[in-house]
Structures are given as structure tokens and as C-alpha cells.
């Protein structure tokens, strides 16, 4: 979409976008055209800069098929993504979604003076107004109804990005702050970046003490290394910032938003204590619960009689300052400075830089900005990792090695799956993180992390779908994988290392290092299950799916070990299968998602619908949800209310994802399955590929997040 007449003042000499790829890194730059230059995009570029990133209203479907039968359908589909993948062997895609993230990237980059190209802030600020709702907020993703969270982190963005007060979006978003009750009920998060750049006071927001890193590890609960990776990294980088109350320069622009956040009040006179732990309504999916709120007024207590009343009372935390600085160093540095996410991303960024100035580590921070910035018809956005690279690009393999039938006799799609073996290959992390041990990390040595091999985080479910794919490569008549022997069993050690005995599954990063209970001390609101790396569906089917595909080729290595842990998996599965008979997933929408890899891994060891109950109660809770169009359709709402919600329409991504299940599973009405694939062929359009619908990504139960590839997959 194109800025409105009011937004003249921020166009710029057309910029001609384009996408530099290498190793799975992507960076998009404008290259500004003279007047009658011309230049072409390559195919990826448009089909990435046309095709819509998200679109929730979407209609197309044909009145019948397109192609003749199935087979044709399926080698015209292959035959498009093939067009669509990288030079390097990956598929890369839209990972956006949550409307938080470009903000703090925004708001720390001001405080830090760093400045952007104009294109960028351009697409940028094109991007938050194209997805500004009617109500003149914003969501927490670009399809959730308008927080307090995301419409004040926005509004602050758009300004620091030069959108004026008196723009029509300005106005609105002021209108919708006020009308319901201000930026003081912003969740804790939203209350550290306005503290951070000054327009908000740091005696209102809940303490955040970096003492808790300089404790014994045996500490139960709050020590930090047993907490889920992603709130311990956050959280140290919010912590180190917080207890140096380091927050950006007061100049007029800062002034101004104090006066436009605060229009009723001067901003000297606010009682800011009053804010604290106050949540609006719309944000506040995991109120706070009672030990949390006791913990938080024993850290209040600390904060105004320990470290600013008694002698010697910031002792403790300087240590805790000291460790915290280690702790967002190192997690920069073996992660080539990417992060695992893009929260703690900006907020080490922006930490170093208070403690360091401009220095080479500094420096390095900044340059893997662009890595996070992806470009598409929306406008450019901040995506929940460097990108989706290898996680994509396996199931794209598996898809296309699996019809083997249309591939022995196609010459392009062999050589796409040399390409994306060579990528995978080229992905598998070779060696454990330094000092893992001393900074509270599992081992990697034969793991794949979500999208590069950069990046480097061990993710169990991705280094599972990495060992498939490279097994699957390992058995092709086609062509033999590059990965040695001992790669494979470094990853099955993986695999093996991150099993969790105390409830039979895998997490994502981690194994569980203590009990669910510490839920009770989660302070973000916004989110559920965040203090620990709990176990999910998805990931303990996959990884038992891997070991068992393992197993089949290496039949003598460590056999008892993958027999155990795959039985005390499956009992896992069945003990979380619904009283419906539905499997609820933490990673994708929803229960179509989840049923899919737990029937799956079922059906490896043999069961089908005639012989496993657990695979005809799953299958019987799909078939009862069937739309009337043959396919099925499921919202993001599913994982928020841990219900099935069905959409009014049938889903592409949703309907795929069924069929799949009820295939593997051996669903005995093959006119049910058969309905569902016509409504896929129908979908399909003229060149292959498939129209974009509805975000089918979530995390933490409550923020959904785009995976536009894998409408294709």
C-alpha cells in the first residue's frame, strides 16, 4: 500500500528494493534508480515483494481444478517452489507477525543515534500504519485486537520515525491511549522501553534485579539458569539496564512525548509508584498471580532499604551487574552477534552500548541489525528470528524427496533437493558453545538451529527435521547426502541429551530445569508458559520420529536408550491427548498442527485408525470439524482459548495439515480425505502456488506470528 497524500512529507526518491542472500543470510537494501533507470527484480524478489504476507480476508478459489488430476497439481506446485528457492538451497519467507518487535528495535536504535537510510524508516513507518486498526490501536500481532502494548509502542515508534503529532494515526492512537486509561497500564515490557527512552519513569515499573545471576545455582526458582532461554536473555539485558537506570538523553522530541503520553498531568508530578503492576485488560492474558506479587513487594522493599538506604548496599549489585554484562556478551559472541531472538537482540545492543559506548563489540551488534529486517508488500517489519531458513527449507525437502515417482524423472527438482541438502548440510552446527556449561547452555554439537547455521541455537524439533531430512537424503536412490556418519550420531546424542525424564517429553532449546510452578512468578502478563522450556506435542513427536527413522539404519547404536525414551514419549502423548481426542499445539494453529505430528509418530510405530486408539480419537476429532467446502479451517483463537475454534472458511495451510494426519493415520472414508484434497486443487492457482490466508504461527499461547511458506509446503 502506498502512504496517504498526508504522508508526502516522507516520501523519498523511489527506491528499487532488493534481496542479498548469502548462507541463508538475508539483507534487503534500496538501491535509489535515477530518473528513467530501469531494473529488474529477480523472481524471488517479486514473488516475495507482490504476494501478500498475510491476508486474513482472502477469497480465491476456482470453481474446479486447474490441472487434470493430483499428480499434476502436486508437480506444478513443486515446480513453482523450486522457482521460489534461494541459490544457496533454502526457501526463505515472511516471519513477522508480532507488532511489538520493529518498535524496541526503533526505540533503541534512537536512544543509541543510530539512523537508518530513509528507505528503510520509510517502509518501516508504512508498515505500523498499514496495520493500524479501526479503533486506533494496535494489536500484539498484526491480527490481534488493539493493547495498550502494542498501540503505545507503535505510537512512540511512528514519532521517533518523524511521523508528526498532528498526523491523522498520531491523533487516533493518542485518542485510544487516553480513552482507555493511559500508558501507565502498559504490561512490564511496555513500561521498560518507555523508561528507557524517558518518556516514562523508572519508580513505575517492577523491579527487574540483577542480584538473581550472582546466586548459588542451586537456588531454587529464581536463579535465572533455570529459566526458559528466551526469558533469561531478555531478562538479563532488562535487568543490567534497569538497575544502571540508564535511559536516553532528554531533548524537545523527548519533551513532547512526555507531554503527548501525559497530556492531563505534568510529567514531574506523576505518582509513578502507582503503576506498578497495573495491566490493562487487553493485555493481560497471564495475570499476575499472588507469589509473584509477593516476590515483586520484597524486590520493591530491597530496592528502596538495601541498595538505596543501607552502607555498602549496591554491593551485591555490582556482582550482579558484572555477571549479567558476561552473560550478554557471550550470548552475543556465539551467536555471531544475531541473538537467539529479536527482543534481547536490541536490548544486549542497546545494554553493551550503555556500558561500552560505540566499541568494536558494539559495532558488531549493530551490523546484524539488517539480518532481522525483511521486506515485503506490507512494508518492512522486524521478524521473530534472523528468518525461518532451516526449518523451512527441511519439511521443503522431505515434501518434494517424498515424490520420488515425479522427482527420478525431473532434472530441476533433483538438483532443488541437491541445493537444499547442501543448505541443510551446511546448517548443522559442528561444534558445542564455549563455556556452555558456565553460561547455562545445552549442547549443539550435531544440532540445527531454526534458521542459520549463525545463529546457532540448538531447537530440538529443528535439529529433528534436520536428522530426517539428512536420513531420508542418506537412503535416496537419487543422490547421497554430504553429511558424514558422525554428524548423524552427534545429532541423535542431541536428540537423546534433551529428553526429559521427569515427563517424558522434549521442550524447544532446553530440557526443564525445574517444575511448572514457576509459572506463578511470571511477571510479563502478555504471555503464558514462559519460565521454563516446557514439553510440547510437536517437539517430542518429532524427535521420536527422527529416532525411530534412525533406528531403521543404524539398528546397534545405542538401541536401549532410543527405545526408552521413545516409550515414555509416546506415553507422554497419549497422557496429553484430550478427552475429545484432540492434541493441543504450542507452535503453530493449532490442533490441526499438533495432530499431525502426534498421529504421525504414532503411526511410525505401526498404529493406525483399526489398531490405536490414540490415532482414531485424534482422527475422529478432526472429521467431526470438516467444513462444508471439504477442508478445514482453524483460527489462532484455538491457541488462545485452548479450544478448537473454527474459522467460517476453509484454510489452505489448516486443511493440509488434516489430511496429512488423517493419511498417515489410516482413515478408513477415503471420500472424506478425498473432499479436503479437492479443495486444496482448487485453491491452487494458474502458476502452482497458493494464495495466502490466515497467520498460522503462535508462540506462547497468545501471540501469533507469519509462516508464509508454509502455505506451499
Not at 538451497?89 to 508480532?98: E, I, K, R, S, T
Not at 493511559?182 to 524517558?198: E, H, I
Not at 523508572?202 to 546466586?215: A, F, M, N, V
Request: hydrophobic share 35%; glycine share 8%; proline share 5%.
Amino acid at each position: 500500500k502506498e502512504l496517504t497524500k498526508e504522508d508526502e512529507h516522507n516520501h523519498y526518491k523511489k527506491a528499487f528494493w532488493k534481496l542479498s542472500n548469502k548462507q541463508g543470510r538475508h539483507i534487503w537494501y534500496p538501491k535509489v534508480l535515477d530518473e528513467g533507470e530501469e531494473e529488474e527484480h529477480t523472481f524471488i524478489e517479486k514473488h516475495v515483494l507482490s504476494k501478500p504476507s498475510n491476508n486474513p480476508h482472502a477469497k480465491y478459489e476456482n470453481k474446479k481444478p486447474l490441472f487434470k488430476d493430483v499428480e499434476e497439481s502436486l508437480k506444478e506446485a513443486m515446480n513453482f517452489y523450486t522457482k521460489v528457492q534461494m541459490d544457496d538451497g533454502h526457501w526463505g519467507g515472511d516471519y513477522g507477525g508480532p507488532m511489538f518487535l520493529l518498535p524496541g528495535h526503533i526505540i533503541c536504535c534512537y536512544i543509541m543515534g543510530i539512523e537508518f537510510p530513509k528507505p528503510y524508516n520509510d517502509e518501516m513507518t508504512r508498515y505500523m500504519l498499514n496495520h493500524q486498526r479501526k479503533d486506533g490501536g494496535w494489536g500484539l500481532h498484526i491480527e490481534g485486537h488493539s493493547t495498550m502494548f502494542g498501540t503505545c509502542l507503535q505510537y512512540l515508534a511512528l514519532r521517533l520515525l518523524g511521523l508528526p503529532s498532528t498526523h491523522s494515526a498520531a491523533a487516533r492512537a493518542r485518542a485510544f491511549i487516553n480513552r482507555e486509561g493511559g500508558p501507565g497500564l502498559c504490561p512490564q515490557w511496555g513500561k521498560f522501553y518507555m523508561c528507557a527512552l524517558n518518556v516514562f519513569s523508572w519508580k513505575g515499573i517492577d523491579p527487574i534485579p540483577t542480584e538473581t545471576w550472582s546466586l548459588p545455582t542451586w537456588v531454587p526458582y529464581i536463579h535465572p539458569s533455570k529459566w526458559w532461554c528466551h526469558t533469561r536473555v531478555v531478562f538479563v539485558a532488562m535487568g543490567y539496564i534497569y538497575c544502571n537506570r540508564f535511559s536516553c538523553p532528554i531533548n524537545p522530541l523527548i519533551l513532547e512525548l512526555r507531554k503527548e503520553l501525559f497530556p492531563y498531568q505534568k510529567f514531574e508530578n506523576i505518582k509513578w509508584e502507582s503503576f506498578r503492576g497495573q495491566v490493562h485488560d487487553y493485555d493481560n492474558y497471564f495475570p499476575a498471580k499472588w507469589p509473584w506479587k509477593v516476590l515483586k513487594h520484597v524486590a520493591v522493599a530491597y530496592e528502596n532499604w538495601v541498595v538505596d538506604f543501607l552502607p555498602f548496599g549496591d554491593t551485591f549489585r555490582k556482582w550482579g551487574n558484572e555477571e549479567a554484562l558476561k552473560q550478554i556478551k557471550h550470548e552475543d559472541e556465539i551467536t555471531n552477534h544475531i541473538c537467539i531472538g529479536p527482543v534481547n537482540k536490541v536490548l544486549n545492543m542497546l545494554a553493551v552500548y550503555f556500558a561500552e559506548g560505540f566499541s568494536k563489540h558494539t559495532l558488531n551488534n549493530i551490523s546484524r541489525l539488517y539480518d532481522y529486517l525483511w521486506l515485503s508488500d506490507d512494508g518492512m517489519k522486524y521478524q521473530g528470528v534472523n528468518g525461518s531458513q532451516l526449518w523451512d527449507t527441511a519439511f521443503a525437502a522431505q515434501a518434494i524427496a517424498n515424490a520420488e515417482s515425479i522427482v527420478k524423472d525431473d532434472k530441476p527438482l533433483q538438483k532443488s533437493l541437491e541445493n537444499a541438502e547442501r543448505f541443510i548440510a551446511y546448517t548443522q552446527i559442528k561444534q558445542d558453545p564455549p563455556e556452555h556449561e558456565r553460561y547455562y547452555r545445552q549442547i549443539s554439537k550435531g544440532a540445527w538451529s531454526f534458521s542459520t547455521f549463525d545463529h546457532g541455537w540448538t531447537v530440538s524439533d529443528c535439529t529433528a527435521e534436520g536428522l530426517k531430512s539428512t536420513l531420508m537424503f542418506k537412503e535416496s536412490s537419487l543422490f547421497k547426502t554430504t553429511v558424514p556418519d558422525q554428524l548423524i550420531l552427534d545429532s541423535v546424542n542431541v536428540i537423546l541429551s534433551m529428553f526429559n525424564p521427569q515427563n517424558g517429553g522434549w521442550a524447544t532449546y532446553e530440557t526443564s530445569r525445574t517444575t511448572p510452578m514457576i509459572e506463578y512468578l511470571n511477571p510479563a502478563a502478555l504471555f503464558g508458559e514462559i519460565m521454563i522450556d516446557y514439553p510440547h506435542i510437536e517437539c517430542t513427536s518429532a524427535c521420536m520420529t527422527a529416532l525411530l527413522r534412525f533406528k531403521k539404519q543404524f539398528p546397534n547404536h545405542r538401541t536401549n536408550e532410543i527405545d526408552h525414551v521413545v516409550k515414555e514419549g509416546i506415553a507422554f502423548l497419549r497422557r496429553r491427548q484430550q478427552k475429545n481426542g484432540g492434541w493441543y499445539g504450542c507452535w503453530a494453529v493449532c490442533y490441526c498442527y499438533a495432530a499431525w505430528f502426534a498421529i504421525g509418530v504414532l503411526s511410525e510405530l505401526g498404529g493406525n485408525y483399526n489398531t490405536d486408539d490414540s490415532i482414531k480419537r485424534g482422527c475422529d476429532f478432526l472429521v467431526e470439524r470438516q467444513l462444508s467446502d471439504g477442508g478445514w479451517g482453524e483460527s489462532v483463537e484455538s491457541c488462545v482459548q485452548h479450544r478448537y475454534v473454527s474459522t467460517d472458511r476453509s484454510l489452505v495451510v489448516s486443511t493440509s495439515w488434516v489430511l496429512l494426519a488423517l493419511m498417515i493415520g489410516g482413515y478408513p472414508d477415503k471420500s472424506v480425505i478425498d473432499k479436503g484434497i479437492e479443495l486444496l486443487r482448487r485453491r491452487q492457482m494458474p502458476n502452482g502456488d497458493f494464495p495466502q490466508e490466515n497467520i498460522c504461527g503462535i508462540f506462547n499461547h497468545n501471540c501469533a506470528i507469519s509462516y508464509s511458506n508454509y502455505r506451499n509446503v
